[in-house]
C-alpha cells in the first residue's frame, strides 16, 4: 500500500496527491509517468509525475475528475492510502542544447508541462509558458508555473482571466513577434497538441508532445497504448511518451482514444447507483 | 491388483453449452475414489519412463502408489521434493508430450493419467492439510529473482528451501506472470496460484509487486547496492508481435496479451464490478493457433460474443495448441478457419474494425522449423464480418532488461543467452531462465530451467564463499 501524505485541491475538479513511493522518488525524471490502482476492483490508470521529493520519498500527481477511477481517487484524504503505485515508467525527457523554448499546456496537460518547464528552466533554458484553461476558474498551479519559466502567459477560452484565446494564437503571436524557440513542447487534450503540431510545422519548429493514450500494464507487454509515428507502431509507455508531434497519426490516436466510452460510461452509472444504495 | 482398464478413469466436466458463458473451472477433478482407481493403472515400473518426460523430475510412480494406497498427504510430500507448483501443472501441463508419452500403459491404450493424479493430490492437500511449512536455516546470503512467473517462482522456492534470503521482484500488482495475466480462469482458477504463492511466501520467499526491474531499479544496482549476492532473471516472453497489416490501430483489435490481461489479471469479465472494460462485440476473429489463441477465442465466446473464428496461416496438425484445448474450443462453438491468413483489416466511418480480408493459404514445402510453409494462394481473398480481432500471433522478450544491463548478452530475438545446463548468462552472478531464454515455450520448461538456475546458484555461492 502506498501513503497519501499531502493532498491539495486545486479546483473543482482537478486535486493534487503527494505519495509515499520511495524508490520510484529516487528515479523519476521529467517525461516519465506512474501507473496506480486505487482498490482491489481498481484499473490500472496511468499519471504522468507532476514533482518528486528524492529525500522525502514521494511523488506528486495532479489528476482531473473525468470518470470513475478519478471520482474514488478523490475521495481519498491524506493519510488514506493507494493499493498499487507503480514507475517511474517510460523514457525521460532529453533537452540537451535547447536555448529557447515554449511549453505549452492545455487544461490538466499543464501540470505535465510544469516539471518539463521546471527542468528546461534549470538546464538554463530560456523558458516561455503557454498555458490555456476553459475559463478562469480552471486555471491551476499558477505560482509553481511562474516560478518555472521566464514569461508565463494564460489565456482561457472565454477571456475570463482578460487573456481570450487559445494558446495557438498567443504561439503564432510570440513566433510572429521573433521568439525564436528552438523547441515547442505541447502537452494537454489531442485536438490542442494536433493543433500546435499543425501550426509550428509550417514554421519549422520541431515540436515535442506527451501522447496519453489507454494504458494497462505500462510496461510494454500489450501495446493498448500504441500509437502511429512516421507510419510505425510504436507503445507510448516505453518508447514514449514523448514524440516527434509532426509525426504522431493525431486522428487515428483520437479514435483509439475513445474505444471504451460506452464502457466507461457504464462504470460511473454503475458507481452512482452504488453509492446511492450505501446512501438510501 | 492394478486396475488393467485400457482408458483413463474421466474426468468430469461441465457441458460444453453451459461453460462457454461461464469462467468457472472446465474441469472438474476427480474424486477421491476415482483418484485411488486411476492410481492403480501404475504398474510402477522398474525403469520409471514417466519421470525423464518431467522437466522437473517429479517422483512418479512413487506418489502415484501412495495415493494408490489413499495417503493423499504424503503423496503430495513426495510431489512437492521436487516440483513448486503441483496444482498448476497438473492442470497445464502438456502431459501428451512429457510425462504421459512415455508412460508403458500408454503403448496399448491409454496412458496413466498423471496429469490429473498430480492435480488431485495438490487440491486435496490444499484443501485438507493446514499445516504450514517449516522455515529453512538461513545460510545468510541474499539472493534476487526477477520475474514472479512459473521459473521465477520455482527457482525462488527451491533457494529458500536451501536457506537464502530470497526477494522476488514483479513489475504487476499480482505475482504469477502468465499464471495470472495470461491463462484464463476457466482453465485455472487464479485463487489455486494463489494459494501456491502462499505456500513459497510461507517458505519465507519475500515477493514485491510493482516493481519493474529496468526501471526503479537495474539488475547491476541489485547486485551492487541493495546487496543481493545473486540475480536470477525470469521475466517471460511478453512483448506482443502485430502482423503490421493496414488497419492494426483500429479500434477492436487487440494484441492477445492487452485483451487476456484485460480478462484474466483485471477481471474485466467482472466489469463493472471491476473497473477494467473490455470490449467484445458480436463477431471476433482470433489470429493465431497456439494456446494464447484458443484462451482469446474461448472467453471472447464467455464473454458473449456470437461468433469466434479462430483464423490460422496452416492446418490443425501443425497448431501449436495442446489437442485437449482445440477440442474444448471445438465442444464450445468456436469456428475453424484454417490455411487461411489476414491480409488487411477495415474499418468503418469511426475508426472502429468492420471487417477482416483473409487470403487462403496452401501449404508448401517444410521450411526451418520443419513444417510445411504456407503459400498464399492468388486471388483467393474474402472478407470476415468482424467488431474484433485479436492478434495471437506471438511475444517476444521485453528489452526493457536487455536495454539496462548493458553486459549482458542477448541473441537477435532479444533472448538472454543462457548456459542449457546451468542457466548462467554472460554476466558473473546473473542467471536467466524461462521463456526470457528460449522465447515463448511451456509452464513447466520455465519451471524446469527455474529449478536448474537454484541449483546453479546454489553451487556458485557456495564455492564463492569457500
New interface residues.
Given amino acids: 500500500m502506498y501513503k497519501i501524505v499531502r493532498k491539495e485541491v486545486l479546483n473543482d475538479s482537478v486535486s493534487l496527491i503527494e505519495v509515499e513511493a520511495p ?2 522518488a529516487r ?1 523519476a525524471e521529467p517525461g516519465q509517468f506512474i501507473i496506480l ?1 486505487v482498490d482491489e ?4 490508470v496511468p499519471f504522468t509525475i507532476a514533482d518528486y521529493d528524492r529525500e522525502k520519498g514521494t511523488v506528486t500527481v495532479i489528476f482531473q475528475v473525468v470518470g ?2 478519478t471520482e474514488s481517487l478523490n475521495k481519498l484524504e491524506a493519510g488514506d492510502s493507494l ?7 517510460g523514457v525521460a525527457s532529453h533537452f540537451d542544447g535547447v536555448k529557447k523554448v515554449a511549453v505549452i499546456g492545455g487544461g490538466l496537460g499543464t501540470a505535465i508541462a510544469y516539471p518539463q518547464a521546471k527542468k528546461l528552466k534549470s538546464l538554463g533554458a530560456e523558458v516561455d509558458m503557454i498555458n490555456g484553461f476553459r475559463n478562469k476558474e480552471l486555471i491551476i498551479i499558477e505560482d509553481l508555473c511562474r516560478e518555472a519559466c521566464t514569461n508565463l502567459y494564460i489565456m482561457t477560452d472565454d477571456g475570463s482571466n482578460g487573456n481570450k484565446g487559445f494558446v495557438t494564437q498567443k504561439l503564432k503571436e510570440l513566433i510572429d513577434g521573433g521568439a525564436g524557440y528552438d523547441l515547442v513542447i505541447a502537452i494537454g487534450p489531442l485536438v490542442m497538441m494536433k493543433a500546435v503540431c499543425d501550426l509550428t510545422r509550417d514554421y519549422g519548429i520541431k515540436t515535442i508532445v506527451s501522447m496519453n493514450p489507454i494504458m ?2 505500462g ?6 497504448c ?3 509515428v512516421g507510419g510505425e ?1 510504436k507503445f507510448a509507455c ?1 518508447d514514449g511518451p514523448d514524440f516527434d508531434g509532426h509525426q504522431v ?1 493525431f486522428d ?1 490516436a483520437i ?2 482514444s ?3 466510452k ?3 460510461q ?2 460511473r452509472e ?2 452512482c447507483r452504488l453509492e446511492g444504495m450505501n446512501n438510501a | 491388483m492394478p486396475n488393467m482398464s485400457l482408458e483413463k478413469v474421466r474426468m468430469p466436466e461441465q457441458q460444453p453449452d453451459v461453460r462457454n458463458k461461464n469462467f468457472e473451472e472446465v474441469t472438474l477433478g476427480y474424486t477421491e475414489e476415482m483418484a485411488v482407481e486411476e492410481a492403480k493403472r501404475c504398474l510402477n515400473c522398474k525403469h520409471k519412463p514417466c519421470i525423464k518426460g518431467c522437466p522437473v523430475m517429479v517422483k512418479i510412480p512413487e506418489f502415484i502408489a501412495l495415493t494408490a494406497e489413499g495417503k493423499f498427504k504424503e503423496a503430495y510430500e513426495k510431489i512437492q521434493e521436487t516440483s513448486s507448483l503441483p496444482a498448476v501443472c497438473g492442470r497445464v501441463c502438456p502431459q501428451e508430450t512429457q510425462c504421459e508419452k512415455y508412460c508403458v500403459r500408454g503403448i496399448k491404450g491409454e496412458p496413466v493419467a498423471i496429469g490429473r493424479l498430480e492435480r488431485f493430490v495438490a487440491d486435496w492437500y490444499m484443501k485438507n492439510i493446514a499445516s504450514k511449512p517449516e522455515k529453512p536455516e538461513q545460510n545468510g546470503m541474499k539472493v534476487a529473482v526477477v520475474g514472479a512467473g512459473p521459473a521465477g517462482l520455482t527457482c525462488a522456492g527451491d533457494l529458500a528451501r536451501l536457506g537464502y534470503d530470497v526477494t522476488v521482484f514483479e ?3 499480482t505475482p504469477g506472470g502468465v499464471l495470472v495475466y495470461g491463462i484464463p480462469e476457466f482453465r485455472l482458477p487464479k485463487a489455486i496460484v494463489a494459494a501456491e504463492v502462499d505456500k513459497l511466501k510461507e517458505l519465507g520467499v519475500k515477493i514485491m ?4 526491474i529496468g ?3 537495474s539488475v547491476d544496482e541489485l547486485l551492487n547496492e541493495e546487496g543481493f549476492d545473486a540475480v536470477f532473471i525470469g521475466t517471460g516472453a ?3 508481435s ?1 502482423m ?1 497489416i493496414e488497419g ?5 483489435v ?2 492477445a ?2 485483451f487476456l ?2 480478462i484474466n489479471l ?2 474485466a469479465y467482472k ?9 467484445v462485440g458480436k463477431n471476433v476473429v482470433v489470429v493465431g493457433g497456439g494456446n494464447v489463441a484458443m484462451d482469446a477465442a474461448r472467453s471472447a465466446k464467455r464473454l458473449g460474443a456470437e461468433n469466434v473464428y479462430i483464423v490460422y496461416r496452416r492446418s490443425e496438425e501443425e497448431m501449436p495448441a495442446r489437442a485437449e484445448e482445440i477440442h474444448h474450443a471445438k465442444e464450445e462453438a468456436i469456428e475453424f478457419k484454417l490455411l487461411n491468413n489476414p491480409v488487411k483489416i477495415n474499418g468503418d466511418e ?2 472502429w474494425v468492420s471487417s477482416v480480408t483473409c487470403i487462403k493459404m496452401e501449404l508448401g514445402e517444410p521450411d526451418a522449423s520443419g513444417r510445411r510453409r504456407p503459400v498464399p494462394v492468388e486471388g483467393s481473398e474474402f472478407d470476415i464480418e468482424a467488431d474484433v480481432v485479436v492478434v495471437a500471433i506471438g511475444q517476444t522478450p ?3 532488461i536487455k536495454n539496462t544491463t548493458p553486459d549482458l548478452e542477448t541473441n537477435k530475438w532479444g533472448c538472454i543467452v543462457a548456459k542449457e545446463e546451468t542457466g548462467a548468462t554472460s554476466k558473473t552472478g546473473v542467471y536467466a531462465g524461462g521463456d526470457a531464454v528460449t522465447g515463448a515455450a511451456t509452464v513447466i520448461l520455465a519451471m524446469g530451467a527455474g529449478k536448474t538456475a537454484a541449483a546453479s546458484i546454489d553451487e556458485y555461492l557456495k564455492s564463492k564463499n569457500k
Avoid at chain 1, 41 to 44: I, T, Y
Avoid at chain 2, 209 to 212: C, K, R
Fill in positions: 524508490y520510484i528515479k490502482r476492483k481498481g484499473e490500472r470513475k477511477t493499493q498499487d503505485f507503480v514507475g517511474p515508467l494497462i500494464d510496461t510494454g507487454m500489450c501495446g493498448g500504441r500509437v502511429t507502431t516505453v497519426d487515428s479514435a483509439r475513445r474505444m471504451f460506452n464502457e466507461e457504464r462504470s454503475h458507481a | 513489475a504487476f500488482h509487486t510493482n516493481m519493474v526501471k526503479v531499479l511478453g512483448l506482443p502485430f503490421k492494426e490501430s483500429l479500434n477492436g487487440y494484441s496479451n492487452e490481461t484485460r483485471m477481471k466489469f463493472p464490478e471491476y473497473d477494467t472494460p473490455v470490449y469511426n475508426g521485453n528489452p526493457l
